[in-house]
């Protein structure tokens, strides 16, 4: 595979391939752009936060202008984690056949350069978060503190997948506070289910490494369950699904939250029948359903304030 190539679970024909030059594709796939699954595994907590607030406020739509900043800012955040993490995992990248072609690991990129983009990255973030309220400002630089530690965790603890549950789930408190100033009960709710939640998938993500991971010496929770991983993300998705169906009612949903949350249960649940920890590529493809699973829970909110609004 040459310097710089798409990673092997990387999505083909995306707009940065169709419109980016050749020599800024390297960079593309430093922030993922070939990998859009990430960013809206990002972005789904935010929406789900800011159409919960849109139930709990009596809007008829999550806030228009809310919504878009999230977008750029969840492009851009997780652009520059990527890049932070393969500056930080670059050695142990180049042992893992599925992470060997990563432009820093396989030196298509310098790590200088790499620095820069993640600055460039995270100003863009920057100027998205000056955006909202001094309370969603305050809270949103509290997640540096958890992103900047998850690259090490592999390397101490079985499970890496807790912290980065922790990171890819602050977006479930911004949007409640983007519009509020202030926290409560439906956010924490649902900041906890989607912990639960990325753990869960992310363990099915791992089960694609967990040869090269034992034989590099990192851990993650695919290798802690091996063949029990079935039952363990069971658990993890049912208790996601019970607290975000919680955060749901408290925030004001009916029954039209009541019928997309019971959608969202039956696609979790297919997720984990469908499961099989040999089958790297079936893996992958449940893995990224959750950005349908997103899509389904976030119309359940949706939904919901805009019939209550035009009821």
């Not at 990673?7 to 990998?35: H, I, K, S, V």
């Not at 983007?178 to 990325?198: E, H, I, S």
């Not at 079936?282 to 950005?291: A, D, Q, T």
């Amino acid at each position: 595979m040459n310097a710089g190539s798409a990673t092997p679970d990387a999505q083909g024909n995306t707009l940065a391939e169709r419109l980016l030059p050749d020599r800024f594709m390297p960079y593309a796939r430093l922030a993922r752009w070939d990998r859009p699954i990430g960013w809206w595994l990002l972005l789904w907590p935010c929406w789900w936060s800011a159409a919960a607030a849109a139930v709990a406020s009596g809007a008829a739509i999550p806030n228009p202008w809310h919504m878009l900043l999230f977008l750029i800012g969840a492009v851009a955040m997780r652009g520059a984690g990527c890049t932070y993490n393969d500056i930080v995992d670059r050695d142990i990248d180049r042992q893992v056949e599925r992470t060997r072609a990563r432009p820093v690991a396989s030196g298509a990129i310098s790590v200088r350069a790499a620095q820069i983009f993640m600055v460039l990255q995270s100003l863009t973030g920057l100027a998205v978060l000056l955006q909202f309220n001094a309370f969603a400002i305050l809270l949103g630089m509290g997640s540096l503190a958890v992103v900047a530690i998850y690259p090490f965790m592999k390397r101490i603890t079985s499970w890496p997948q807790i912290v980065l549950g922790l990171a890819f789930s602050w977006g479930a408190l911004m949007g409640w506070a983007a519009v509020f100033g202030g926290l409560g009960w439906p956010p924490v709710l649902l900041y906890l289910g989607c912990v639960l939640w990325t753990i869960g998938y992310d363990t099915i993500y791992a089960h694609q490494d967990t040869e090269d991971d034992a034989i590099v010496g990192v851990k993650s929770t695919a290798l802690l369950f091996g063949r029990h991983t079935k039952p363990w993300v069971a658990g993890f998705y049912t208790g996601a699904w019970l607290l975000v169906s919680a955060a749901g009612f408290m925030a004001g949903g009916s029954i039209v939250f009541t019928i997309g949350i019971a959608a969202a249960g039956l696609h979790l649940a297919w997720q984990v029948h469908s499961i099989d920890i040999a089958n790297d590529a079936l893996c992958l493809r449940i893995f990224k359903s959750n950005r349908d699973l997103g899509a389904i829970v976030f119309a359940a909110f949706a939904l919901d304030a805009l019939t209550a609004f035009l009821v």
